[in-house]
């Protein structure tokens, strides 16, 4: 943790074995969830700065992380072209989202928990069904999407590009 008073750092959570790529918290604080080149995941308590678990079932670099509204899942991104849901409170992979043919660079999940978006090398944008794990969109770019956010009303989705270019999409007409 970092003091911004004093600019010192608080405490230091190791357990990685390569570079950390994302880092997401969760939304009562308690619990923060890292990716990272190691091709894990790590769930820490904020508090005690322990490993809670490790998540393992991605087959190369883990990109992203995201975690959902009510806290119980998060959803990795991976070089190995999947993105993953997690049940943060066993540990297990809830379902493997597939379509992707490069790396999954970005991740980003609808503030109503709904649904994901996942960027990718591919030059793609893909919206997800979280509980189905439907595709529910592509989106084509001109070069391989880097990163995405969504807005709080879950209506826009912004994504960058390798290009250096920001794309600004509606999401209209999904199912309810």
């Known amino acids: 943790m970092w003091n911004l008073e004093t600019g010192q750092t608080v405490r230091v959570l190791e357990g990685h074995t390569y570079w950390v790529t994302g880092v997401a918290i969760t939304p009562d604080g308690r619990r923060a969830v890292s990716a990272s080149r190691d091709n894990t995941l790590r769930v820490w308590d904020l508090e ?12 190369s670099s883990v990109t992203g992380v995201a975690i959902t509204p009510d806290g119980r899942r998060a959803v990795s991104a991976s070089r190995d072209k999947t ?39 591919d030059k793609t944008l893909r919206v997800w069904d979280i ?31 390798a290009a250096g270019n920001m794309h600004i999409l509606r999401m209209e007409g999904f199912k309810t």
């Open 48 to 59: 005690s700065g322990q490993t809670m678990r490790t998540l393992e079932n991605h087959d």
């Open 83 to 121: 993105l993953r849901v997690w049940d943060l409170e066993n540990g297990q992979t809830v379902r493997t989202l597939e379509g992707h043919s490069d790396w999954v660079t970005g991740v980003a999940i609808t503030p109503d928990g709904r649904r994901v978006v996942s960027a990718s090398r």
């Open 131 to 161: 509980q189905s794990g439907e595709e529910l969109a592509l989106l084509t770019t001109d070069a391989s999407a880097t990163a995405c956010a969504v807005s709080s009303d879950s209506r826009t989705i912004v994504a960058g590009d």
